[in-house]
């Protein structure tokens, strides 16, 4: 199971330009569990203003007790569960672990070289806080692995927990789905209660996407498969799929003509202000094409009061898309007037 979280500049005076993204990946390997951490660091550069990676750190935790796995889970759940958002710490044991790091160092005559360092461990600390959640060594590195808890920032101050909750879900549907022992919750309350926002249960049918269709293009008893080959086939699943959590989807919805032309969006959930755009990339579909058809499109729904949050759901099996987080920072912005947040399923 794989998972984006776009992040931000947690530092008290954030770059504009910069922007964070965590990849989370989890897998149950038989004796345990494998985690991955990933967090890619992007500016804009240029006169393009195209993103470029300038950082990354990787923190990979291998053969991860099953119970001490639980209680990292259970520990993220009491977090957002408290009104007060105490401290919480964990420590994890008897793992073999590897933190590695990468930069680009600015050298003489505007170039630039790669830098890089990586060592092992076997024993790591997890401290959640208001400001924080970190991962540090327990022998005493000089070294945090730090994932922002919010993905918005305001005057200096983080101004929700949407990261956590995000990272908490994630963890979730693997115990649901992947998991191979069996979890016990009747000692807590439902991990279900944390309530999802509709931009939450959106993007949370995104990420699951793969995972339904996959399973209809392999039909048994000589049936046609139902394959996801263009943008029509995934706008008809998905169509399927949001009447789950919304009563009122409009598809194909025009709104106000502007300049000329009377843009439509592929869906409408009016009552909350979200419209929905759905790709594919493919051969005759390109990843540049894609972007210029985006930036395009958001200046059009940008002009309509319907619509004050756009979700791109770009479904790309074939990995035609070379570098998902700086394509997904490229293309996501938190405009007050249209806020754009983007899914990308590989």
Known sequence: MRQYISS???TSNPDPNQSIVVEVAIEDIGDGVYLRFKKTVAVLKGSSQEPKEISSKTLEMDNINYDDFEGLVEVLFEFLESKSKPIFSKELT????TFSEKEKVSTSFQSEREQSSNYGFESLGMTIGEFYFDFWPSEGRDWKFRIPPSDKISEGQMENHNNLIELYYTFVDFLKTEYSQEVDWADQDDPTAIQRSAVDKVEFLFERFDQIATPLQNRSRERDPVSMQDEYDVQYLLHGLLKLYFDDVRAEEYFKRHAGKNPRIDFLLEEYGIGIEVKRPSENRTMESIRIALAEDKELYRKDSSCEKLLIFIYDPERRIENAPEFKMSLSE?????????????
């Open 8 to 10: 931000i500049d947690y």
């Open 334 to 346: 938190e405009d007050s007037n249209l806020e754009t947040r983007v899914t990308i399923v590989q």
């Open 94 to 97: 008897s793992f073999d672990g």
